[in-house]
């Protein structure tokens, strides 16, 4: 009985150290692959030179969609084709512009003298233009709270919301998370106390003056005044300026709504061997902010998503499950795509696996997070010393993404995303230096080679 057991472990163990080199062999060749043949970086090159920022509703967004569906057929899927979904269609109008004006004491003149100073601002995505040349007196508030404290001398003034990200955060994610609900509700609860203008410190510590555009969600309740943000520099010195005295500032936005549009998520797939009908998704989104080309936001999870079909039809792999390769419509300022994909994924009573988004950048790899059972997050875990080679080697908790977010909603499919370092993403988000320049290739690549192999562990074992 003993040696029986004994038996069984020994065949066990083996079975588990040949499967391990089996896995270790075939992530190996997802490497070596994508690092010496592949092709994320050219196709982000030609999505960001050549098509540039894709906001909902754009030109661009059109071009890109054709890329995109171009792109994944050219790579042999056994399915390509376009989901429809209606986006709303966000215009900027024309360049945002703000300047301050404040006096400046002169030495032997008591009344001193006005100067003027050009700040660098962009206004927030969804917001209305201030439909001509607007000018008040600024208030600094320093968070919500101060906003309160202040309430009764807010009408007709310019509110300028000073919330720093917390360099405390090693994780620049949660920072953004601590900070975005500024950007999200900063106007209309300003609006509330009768404002007439918001000015946002950038979602960003980096040390240049960009400033980092992004949705503001209005409240219906109250006038939907305009919005700008402001480069950190530039934030920096107003708040000086204000310590030493009154500073107006002149805004002047163009931001206006068009009819919601047609738009499309864009979806290919390779049909599983074993369980067609049980789906893995893996994705990024297509659409990006017009300042900048999106190169990291989310060029580089689209062309990851590419290359990890590319890869997988390269080395021949013929998947259990059926795996779909989606390039989201419209994350940027409305989540429409994800919210289709989930509807549409109800309506038919699909059975989803799980879901990966890859929408953090094209950075160094750190990680896979995941968000599903204990049982599932250990089954992950032992992962980790395959994965680790390739530069994920943290497995998190915490996994998803807003493309993915309405499939754990409606269908309950765990989660995850692909977690590169994130120090320097806030630095280009939503701003003109998301451009292809500031992607690196082989932090692009073993993007990929990550998600791939993770992918392939869990078409080959299930959760
Ligand atoms: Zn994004």
Known sequence: MKKLKLLSVFVLSFFLTYSQTEDSTFIRHIADYVLTYGNSYEDLRILTKQIGGRLSGSPQMYKAEQWGLK??????????????????????????????SYMVPLKKEAKGKSVQKKLDVIALGNSFGSGKPLTGEVI?????????????????????????????????????????????????????????????????????????????????SFPKIPALAIGLRDADWLSKQLNSGKVEVTMNTHGYFRQDTLAHNIIAELSG??????????????????????????????????????????????????????????????????????????????????????????????????????????????????????GACEIQTGGGGSDIGPLARVLNTPLSSYVPDSQRYFDIHHARNDVFENVNKRELELGAVNIAAFIYLVDKYGL
């Open 273 to 390: 061997s074993q369980n067609p009908n049980e789906f893995i998704t893996i994705g990024g989104h297509l659409d990006s902010w017009d300042p900048a080309e999106g190169a990291h936001d989310d060029g580089a999870g689209v062309v990851q998503t590419i290359e990890v079909l590319r890869v997988f039809k390269a080395l021949g792999y013929k998947p259990r499950h059926s795996i779909r390769f989606v390039l989201f419509a419209n994350e940027e300022n409305g989540g429409r795509g994800g919210a289709k994909y989930a509807e549409e994924a109800k309506a038919k009573g699909e059975k989803h696996l799980l879901a990966l988004e890859s929408d953090e950048g094209g950075f160094t790899p750190r990680g896979i997070a995941f968000t599903g059972t204990e049982a599932q997050y250990s089954k992950i875990t032992a992962w980790q010393k395959l994965l680790c080679p390739y």
């Open 71 to 100: 792109s994944l057929e050219n790579v042999h899927p056994d399915k390509a084709w376009l989901q429809e979904c209606m986006v709303p269609h966000w215009v900027r109008g024309a360049a945002d512009e703000a300047r301050a």
């Open 140 to 220: 600094e508030v320093n968070d919500f709270a101060d906003l309160e404290n202040k309430k009764d001398q807010l009408r007709n003034k310019i509110v300028f919301y000073n919330y720093p990200f917390n360099p405390r955060f090693v994780q620049t994610f949660l920072a953004y998370s601590d900070a975005v609900r500024y950007r999200g509700q900063g106007p209309s609860r300003a609006a509330k106390y009768g404002a007439k203008g918001v000015i946002i410190r950038s979602m960003s510590h980096s040390t240049d003056n960009n400033p980092h555009t992004g949705s503001t969600n209005y409240n219906d």
